[in-house]
């Protein structure tokens, strides 16, 4: 059964950067039939799609990223196959970026059949 | 304000029908799948339709999907308190290369 688990801070001061990680078990990170996405959704308001990467398995082709354009300049998505983990950095946080935080497996149309149990993250002084 | 639109609530009696209907255009839903997930507070979204009509394994009957055009729909039939939740519809955009959510649909069960 596959399973996804974010972990990071809480608590992130404004301006600085956000970091979480998604620990994924029971299936390969490294399978080419799937992407690998952040979701996020701010209190009281809908789900916000942050982005996606594709891993090829090919050192020659190396990953795809899929970012919203309007997180775009401060967002970068990463995988750590040997660690079977992927990463969402966020940088230049402000209030607004408050929301819970989910990891979620994405099929080859997009839609997602495995999400994490999310995390809050806060962002506050 | 989302890509995709939703009415904001829906609401029906036990035992009725609703449906929900999500509105896009020719970049999103007139060319990709359509999904939807079912929403509860503090638990992960939970898919309930992919590729526009398809069903994930343990997902009842009572709820089915289409889409017609720029326009999809998400029907729920044998209405339960326990559908109680938020529906959100889902799909690819092309212009924008990413994914896109409508805005969500609160259904409530009187």
């Known amino acids: 059964q596959l399973q996804l688990q974010e972990s990071g801070p809480g608590l992130v001061r404004p301006s600085e950067t956000l970091s979480l990680t998604c620990t994924v078990a029971?299936?390969?990170?490294?399978?080419?039939?799937?992407?690998w996405g952040w979701i996020r959704q701010p209190p009281g308001k809908g789900l916000e799609w942050i982005g996606m990467?594709?891993?090829?398995?090919?050192?020659?082709?190396?990953?795809?990223?899929y970012y919203n354009p309007s997180l775009k300049s401060r967002v970068t998505i990463s995988v750590d196959t040997s660690k079977s983990q992927f990463s969402l950095k966020l940088n230049s946080v402000t209030a607004a970026d408050t929301a819970v935080y989910y990891c979620a497996r994405l099929s080859g149309t997009y839609y997602s059949d495995y999400w994490g149990l999310g995390t809050l993250v806060t962002v506050s002084s | 304000q989302s890509v995709l639109t939703q009415p904001p609530s829906v609401s029906a009696a036990p035992g009725q029908k609703v449906t929900i209907s999500c509105s896009g255009s020719?970049?999103?839903?007139?060319?990709?799948?359509v999904f939807w997930y079912q929403h509860l507070p503090g638990t992960a979204p939970k898919l309930l339709i992919y590729?526009?009509?398809k069903r994930p394994s343990g997902i009842p009957d009572r709820f089915s999907g289409s889409k017609s055009g720029t326009s999809a729909t998400l029907g729920i039939t044998g209405l339960q308190t326990g559908d109680e939740a938020d529906y959100y519809c889902g799909t690819w955009d092309n212009s924008l290369s990413a994914g896109v959510f409508g805005g969500g649909t609160k259904l409530t069960v009187l």
């Open positions: 590729d526009n009509n």
């Open positions: 029971g299936a390969s990170i490294s399978s080419t039939s799937y992407y």
């Open positions: 990467i594709y891993y090829s398995g090919s050192t020659f082709y190396g990953e795809t990223t």
């Open positions: 020719s970049s999103n839903i007139g060319n990709n799948y």
